[in-house]
């Protein structure tokens, strides 16, 4: 019975092809809007997820205080109210993976006739397991290191580049102001943060060669900031609160004295960001929604001039013996052929033009299989509900009257 009617059904869409067409069109629209928009909604949620992945997971740091001298107020780091002794305590605390003390600024490198400013960390080895930061050519330097203020560095990629060229960096001596370091190892390459610095224009070296070699330090031991990172995300708050509570203790602060240093949530800012992208998709796939309500209006309006022209067909279909659920059936397969078929060629066009634009534009799309079936099952959807109506109206007609239709 059904193999008939789809026939009947595929007569009807021929015998005026252009406006078949055109009713298509609005689905095949509707449809292609909706992959592209959510491929490059989910493209660009996928690349601040990459970007939050190189900073590390789970983590937090303390900066130092700031200090007050003839009325102005210093920034957070400001007083070296922080030193190596907190961050041994603190990687004592339950729930902390790893802790890391630093002590950082901007220095000039010197290799041969080549200089290059960048970054210089002074840090201990837990900094490259918290940051998950893996040396691709070379070695990292270890705790020994750090105990004998070993001239030793680790180097980004950029300073690689930019330092030396097509050279393998590893082995070679190059100086940090005027003095000399053993490039022992060359870091992966991480890319921009979140607010754009380059990550690997980055120079790690031991923390006590920073403090005593590069930066000095008015108190032996004393470090800008610590980064703690804890074992897991739900370990984050009583990680951060026990961090706190230590350092108050140490510090000797009295019961509602301020505290002398700052915390800051590095896993907060960056979820915040992905769900910023995560909004910004749904948003993309909504707007992109539209089209599709109105695809199933244009097949509505279609289907019930389609109803008007064939009223005298209806008629003599119940004449000869057909039942409403027939004419409902033969009026509504036409609404759903239309509509699948419109789907599956703005599924195509969707895809290829998500394609298009990752091949010629470089921007990040990702194309998932389950929202390209969620967006052609929507639309499919959407265009049989509109096509229920005109159908049904068909069905209710009289055959009667239908007869008499001119």
Excluded at 13 to 30: F, K, P
Excluded at 88 to 110: C, F, K, P, Y
Excluded at 266 to 272: G, R, T, V
Aim: proline share 2%.
């Amino acid at each position: 019975m059904i193999k008939p009617m789809l026939g009947e059904a595929w007569l009807a869409m021929g015998a005026n092809r252009l406006r078949t067409a055109l009713t298509m069109l609005g689905m095949v629209i509707g449809v292609g809007a909706v992959v592209i928009m959510l491929a490059i909604g989910q493209g660009a949620q996928y690349a601040v997820q990459q970007t939050i992945s190189t900073m590390g997971s789970n983590l937090f740091i303390v900066l130092s205080g700031s200090f007050t001298a003839a009325g102005v107020r210093s920034g957070s780091a400001g007083a070296p109210s922080l030193s190596v002794g907190d961050a041994e305590a603190m990687a004592e605390l339950d729930g902390i993976a790893n802790v890391a003390a630093t002590h950082s600024g901007t220095r000039q490198l010197v290799y041969g006739a080549q200089n290059w400013s960048a970054q210089v960390i002074g840090t201990t080895p837990d900094y490259l397991d918290a940051r998950a930061w893996n040396v691709v050519n070379g070695a990292a330097f270890g705790d020994s290191d750090v105990r004998s203020s070993t001239r030793v560095a680790l180097i980004g990629k950029t300073v690689a580049d930019n330092l030396f060229g097509d050279e393998d960096p590893v082995g070679k001596i190059m100086r940090i102001q005027q003095n000399p370091f053993t490039v022992i190892g060359v870091l992966g390459s991480k890319g921009q943060n979140l607010d754009g610095r380059d990550q690997d224009d980055t120079v790690i070296i031991p923390l006590s060669t920073a403090q005593r070699k590069v930066f000095g330090t008015p108190f032996l031991g004393s470090v800008r900031m610590i980064m703690v990172q804890a074992e897991s995300a739900e370990a984050m708050a009583r990680v951060e609160a026990g961090v706190e509570a230590l350092l108050r203790q140490r510090h000797r602060l009295r019961e509602g004295a301020p505290n002398d240093f700052f915390t800051r949530n590095l896993s907060a800012a960056a979820e915040s960001e992905a769900e910023t992208t995560r909004t910004m998709s749904i948003l993309l796939g909504a707007i992109a929604s539209i089209s599709l309500l109105v695809g199933g209006i244009g097949i509505m309006n279609i289907m019930l001039v389609s109803v008007t022209e064939r009223t005298r067909e209806i008629g003599i279909r119940m004449a000869i013996g057909a039942r409403q659920r027939d004419i409902l059936t033969q009026f509504l397969l036409e609404a759903v052929m239309i509509s699948f078929a419109g789907c599956l060629l703005g599924l195509l066009l969707g895809l290829a033009i998500a394609l298009g634009i990752n091949a010629f534009t470089g921007m990040v799309v990702v194309i998932s299989g389950t929202a390209a079936l969620v967006a052609f099952a929507v639309a499919a959807t959407v265009g049989i509900f509109f096509g229920w109506y005109p159908a049904r109206k068909a069905a209710q007609l009289n055959p009667i009257e239908a007869l008499r239709y001119q």
